[in-house]
Nanobody, 118 residues
């Protein structure tokens, strides 16, 4: 089992920045690929960013160039630095963990709210 706890959400004006954190406990953190997802009201959950256990990253087109995902294996934590925030980035943000050989994300955090005002 892996437990994930997100933090760092809040209210920010458009153009501002926030950094989300996701602390993991349980099985060895370095064995997992880590992702960030978000869900806006009335919309389906969508992929935001992924960092593989080796450090390679991938981003949704809507956030590429504005968001940066990183991980600190020594602290069992994954981060999402969000810059140049837009009102359309408003959503509940979730982190998730996927074992290296898994086809899907098996573990999810409870989510943290990000609200961007115009």
């Amino acid at each position: 089992q892996v437990q994930l706890v997100e933090s760092g959400g809040g209210l920010v004006q458009a153009g501002g920045s926030l950094r989300l954190s996701c602390a993991a406990s349980g099985r060895p953190f370095s064995s997992y690929h880590m992702g960030w997802f978000r869900q806006a009201p009335g919309k389906e959950r969508e992929f935001v960013a992924l960092i593989y256990n080796g450090g390679t990253t991938s981003y949704a087109g809507s956030v590429k160039g504005r968001f940066t995902i990183s991980r600190d294996n020594a602290k069992n934590t994954v981060y999402l630095q969000m810059n140049s925030l837009k009102p359309e980035d408003t959503a509940v943000y979730y982190c998730a963990a996927k074992a290296i050989a898994a086809l899907r994300y098996d573990y999810w955090g409870q989510g943290t709210q990000v609200t961007v005002s115009s």
